[in-house]
């Protein structure tokens, strides 16, 4: 079965610093991995993903993520936080290979604090 | 383009009543969804539509929660009777297709209280 792993349930970084939020996965064929953003009462928006190619991949508001197929990671990324990045993040794999599908499966959430 | 719409926002029921929640999906997209996320965890896949024909719903718990998604565009999701546990945010989100790489779009969900 596939699953997902966010190790922190909550990462603070004062404004202006690096952001990186923890993300491994687990399938049994190729995965598709995704990051998507929830801000309070809305629904999830979408950031980037990784299908193949390239193993950084860049996505809105200067978010990026890097593929690791040996660490089985895809840890997201930004270089200078700002105080609206504040928001709960959630990874997402779905194993293309394997016997769930396309099945969408989220990790349990990440919560960004950013202070002034 | 419109987003994926959701109603209602909000439902307080008590327990053993019925509800049901609604979506209009991202017009042209085939895939529909419906998650649930309860407080504190990421979304769960509850069904997952292609056109108006079921893909997945193994984790729908078809004692209580039944979906249906007529002329393969508006869906429906209800529940009867509800329990205290399905107290959650039901997110829906289409794709244009089913295709692993396809962005699921999704609503800003409908959050149940179940007294």
């Known amino acids: 079965a596939q699953s997902v792993a966010q190790p922190e349930d909550q990462v603070n970084v004062a404004e202006g610093n690096p952001l990186t939020v923890k993300c491994t996965y687990s399938?049994?064929?190729?995965?598709?991995l995704f990051w998507y953003v929830q801000y309070p009462n809305r629904g999830l928006q979408f950031l980037l993903k990784?299908?193949?190619?390239?193993?950084l991949v860049k996505g809105s508001y200067g978010f990026e993520a890097e593929f690791n197929k040996s660490q089985t990671s895809f840890h997201l990324k930004k270089p200078s936080a700002l105080v609206s990045d504040s928001a709960l993040y959630f990874c997402?794999?779905?194993?293309?290979?394997?016997?769930?599908?396309?099945?969408?499966?989220f990790g349990g959430g990440t919560r960004v604090l950013v202070k002034p | 383009e419109a987003g994926v719409a959701q109603s209602p926002r909000y439902k307080i029921i008590e327990k053993r009543q019925s509800v049901a929640f609604w979506c209009n999906p991202i017009?042209?997209?085939?895939?529909l969804y419906w998650y649930q996320q309860i407080l504190g965890q990421g979304p769960k896949l509850l069904i997952q539509?292609?056109?108006?024909?079921?893909?997945?719903d193994s984790q729908l718990p078809k004692d209580r929660f039944s979906a249906e998604r007529l002329k393969g565009v508006d869906s429906t999701l209800k529940i009867q009777p509800a329990k205290l546990e399905d107290s959650a945010v039901y997110l829906c989100?289409?794709?244009?297709?089913?295709?692993?790489?396809?962005?699921?779009?999704f609503g800003a969900g409908s959050r149940l209280t179940v007294l």
């Open positions: 399938v049994s064929g190729n995965p598709y």
């Open positions: 997402a794999v779905r194993d293309i290979d394997g016997t769930a599908g396309n099945k969408l499966t």
């Open positions: 539509f292609q056109n108006n024909g079921v893909v997945d």
């Open positions: 017009s042209g997209h085939a895939t």
């Open positions: 989100a289409s794709s244009l297709g089913p295709s692993g790489a396809n962005v699921l779009t």
């Open positions: 990784y299908i193949t190619g390239d193993n």
